[in-house]
């Protein structure tokens, strides 16, 4: 059975794939939803890794698309955060994503890979802790850094972030830092969903920017 890896930070997606392999299976790496689309099409059993963060998956209704287009993948959610509310639709909505986030120890992840190619939905324990947990709280003003601002203005035209950071001669670090700070903030998850909120909020001028 075909695992897909959909992750564009180097050192996850290496890790994975050689603990992947450590057990026994192949692993194939994408960059984009088009290409997990087209080995789909070849491999509809498969289970994909996918770093909803970082794609090109625009919300969430667009991945639970994709889960009823390709009903016999098993997808896990393998990021570094998600929002509460986010976790708590993704649970209720889909039996076939699961979620994994990247600081799990090896032990868990290897569970993870288990279960998943039993075509089982595996939830790690940091997931299950935080919706156990969750309580809403009340509606809070968001402020944002004038940096902040800046790096979001940034994002809204398409920059990444390796360019934003050759922009403001910061280095890439400092800017994956405000970027986290400033999904965190907003309650986002990706960048499609962190420029509506800024669009919708006023926080950038929707005559200049666009998604």
């Known amino acids: 059975m075909d695992i897909i890896i959909a992750d564009k930070q180097d050192i996850t997606r290496i ?12 692993a ?5 939803k088009q290409e997990i689309v087209d080995l789909l099409s070849a491999q509809p059993e498969a289970v994909v890794f996918i770093d909803y963060s970082l ?9 639970l698309i994709l889960s009823l287009r390709f009903r016999h993948v098993q997808w896990v959610l393998w990021c570094e955060d998600l929002t509460v509310d986010f976790l708590r639709r993704l649970i209720s909505s889909s039996s076939n994503i699961g979620v994994l986030f990247k600081d799990c120890e090896l032990e868990e992840i290897e569970q993870c890979i288990t279960v ?4 089982q939905r595996f939830i790690c324990q940091r997931t299950a ?20 601002l ?3 203005k940034d994002i809204a035209l398409g920059m990444t972030t390796r360019e ?4 403001r001669f910061s280095s890439f670090h400092t800017v994956n830092t405000h970027r986290k700070n400033i999904f965190r903030k907003l309650g986002v998850n ?7 909120y800024a669009l919708r909020a006023g926080m950038v001028d929707p005559a200049e920017y666009y998604i």
């Open 55 to 63: 794609s090109d998956i625009q919300n969430l209704d667009e991945l």
């Open 28 to 32: 194939k790496c994408v960059a984009n």
């Open 190 to 196: 990706n960048v499609h969903e962190a420029t509506r």
């Open 150 to 152: 800046e790096v979001l």
């Open 116 to 119: 998943a190619l039993l075509h």
């Open 15 to 26: 890790g994975l794939t050689y603990t992947i392999r450590s057990k026994g299976y192949d």
């Open 164 to 167: 934003i950071s050759e922009k």
């Open 129 to 148: 802790d935080l919706l156990m947990s969750f309580e809403p709280q009340p509606t809070e003003v968001i402020h944002l850094t004038p940096t902040e």
